[in-house]
């Protein structure tokens, strides 16, 4: 009962916590790398532009998976988002996965209010309260849907706090809120559901680590950020 309450209440004060965009003007430059099965195989790199009531984030993320020196898995993704007063109002995002190209195009409709999706896998409508599904922005841990960056496909989402946990990060300790984040519809096949544990650091605003299993262990960690 005392985990529900808690996780009300920091969703209920959001203004200092997730949805504090203000801290994010002190950023210039977030890098987490890819890891599995306790290798280093990639990175995830966002990069913030500051102009009056604007922010554009862009993305690089590169990762690969050798066997016997075949590459068996591999993700190389660019995207843009731009926000306006905190608010998205456009996402483009080219990805190729295993030689498979996917991509989104999003922009908020003024008419509407609603964003216009045209990705790989989904084209139509989503509501404004959608977070584009990517681990820099914590307000991915408030929101009860999220677009897929790389395909634009639209998942209900649960998220569950678990606790409070000190993280071990290069040698620097960081006091951690860990929850869980696991698709509504528990029919959804295994390779499409939603099941990740995020640790977020609420003095930097910031996601420390995620972690999943599919096809091995999974982490993106924090490597720095500027």
């Not at 997730?18 to 599995?36: G, L, Q």
Request: charged share 25%; with cysteine.
């Amino acid at each position: 009962m005392k985990k529900i309450l808690y996780f009300l209440f920091i969703v209920l004060n959001a203004s200092n916590a997730f949805a504090n965009f203000d801290s994010f003007k002190k950023i210039s430059k977030i890098e987490m790398d890819v890891v599995r099965n306790g290798k280093i195989i990639g990175h995830s790199n966002y990069f913030f532009e500051h102009k009056k009531e604007m922010m554009t984030v862009r993305n690089h993320t590169s990762f690969s998976v050798d066997l016997l020196g075949v590459k068996i898995f591999s993700v190389i993704s660019e995207a843009i988002e731009k926000y306006k007063n905190g608010n998205l109002i456009f996402f483009e995002s080219n990805t190729l996965q295993n030689d498979k190209k996917k991509f989104v195009n999003l922009f908020l409709e003024n008419k509407t209010n609603k964003f216009q999706i045209k990705g790989s896998s989904y084209s139509g409508e989503a509501d404004i309260g959608c977070i584009i599904g990517n681990w820099w922005n914590s307000k991915i841990l408030e929101s009860d849907k999220q677009i897929s960056p790389l395909s634009g496909t639209i998942k209900e989402q649960v998220v569950t706090f678990l606790g409070t946990e000190n993280l071990i990060i290069n040698n620097t300790t960081y006091t951690t809120e860990h929850f869980t984040l696991m698709s509504k519809d528990k029919n959804m096949p295994e390779d499409k559901k939603l099941n990740f544990e995020i640790w977020y650091n609420k003095k930097n605003n910031l996601i420390m680590k995620v972690s999943y299993s599919r096809m091995g262990e999974w982490e993106y960690v924090l490597k720095k950020f500027e």
